[in-house]
């Protein structure tokens, strides 16, 4: 099968537009992230999501929905992240721990109440991006044109946010309402990410990328660039293999954002040999 046969079918050039959106996505959020030292964040919200996806599937909605539905419960558990790690009273692994973990036990309870972990809970746990539907592409879409625009319009604000948030507030940036939107953006992401790479990997879409542009050591606008290059490149050549080789295409996808960064860094570290 040569790859005009593969790009024809319906349901992979929907995976490989939503999937594209969604790292780009990802990319550009885990950036603001890894550099203010959330990182972990990814995982705590993959946790909530799996408790949310129970809750939702429990009650009855159609999996054609799930997507949606649970988007409020882990915007909500994205601001109570929030508001542990901004009391300076519990430092933001522990606020993470604290959510996570009520996510997976609530997860965890209300699957065995629903007699187990049924097929479409399972599912989501390991993402199955081929099964992308246009309610969730639609999403992708309208969540990549906000953070896009979030980032462009705020872009000095978050730069000075993210490398000093004392500074940056006493410039008068409004650090708390980019707080806010920052952490609201990366609970979107999280949840439209399970369905690229499943609830157990949501984080590596987070971090892989943004990590693997650090390495550059270029400017912040070119990391940004890169970051989304990288993550995109990831998803196209995850999806390709994945259905050549009839693997995980979540995974697939996780694989390729490692040989990045290991590409990149061994590059980095053979260059700088030489110098």
Not at 41 to 49: E, Q, V
Not at 187 to 201: D, E, F, P, Q, R
Not at 248 to 260: K, L, S
Request: proline content about 1%; aromatic content about 10%.
């Amino acid at each position: 099968m040569d790859l005009g046969e593969i790009f024809a079918y319906a349901f992979v050039q929907r995976a490989m537009l939503a999937g594209a959106l969604i790292a780009a996505v990802s990319a550009l959020l885990g950036l603001f992230l890894v550099l203010r030292r959330f990182s972990l964040i990814g995982d705590g919200l993959a946790h909530t999501t799996f408790g949310s996806v129970a809750v939702v599937l429990l009650v009855g909605v159609s999996p054609f929905y799930v997507t949606l539905a649970a988007l409020p419960l882990v915007m909500v558990s994205s601001l109570a992240i929030y508001k542990l790690t901004s009391s300076k009273k519990i430092n933001a692994d522990a606020a993470i721990g604290i959510v996570s973990s009520l996510g997976i036990a609530a997860g965890i309870t209300l699957s065995s109440l629903s007699g187990g972990f049924n097929v479409d809970l399972f599912s989501y746990l390991f993402g199955n991006i081929l099964t992308v539907n246009r309610t969730e592409l639609v999403l992708s879409m309208i969540v990549f044109a906000v953070v896009a625009a979030v980032v462009f319009y705020y872009y000095d604000d978050l730069f000075a946010v993210t490398f000093d948030q004392e500074l940056a507030r006493s410039m008068g940036v409004q650090t708390e309402r980019l707080n806010v939107i920052l952490f609201l953006l990366t609970a979107v992401s999280a949840v439209l990410a399970m369905k690229v790479a499943g609830i157990m990997l949501v984080s590596a879409l987070l971090i892989l990328p943004a990590l693997t542009a650090l390495q550059l050591s270029v400017g912040f606008r070119t990391t940004m660039i890169a970051a989304t290059g990288f993550a995109v490149g990831a998803v196209f050549c995850g999806i390709l293999f994945a259905f050549v080789l009839n693997l995980p295409a979540g995974a697939m996808i996780v694989v390729f954002n490692a040989v990045f960064l290991l590409l990149v860094f061994g590059i980095r570290r053979l260059f700088a040999g030489h110098g």
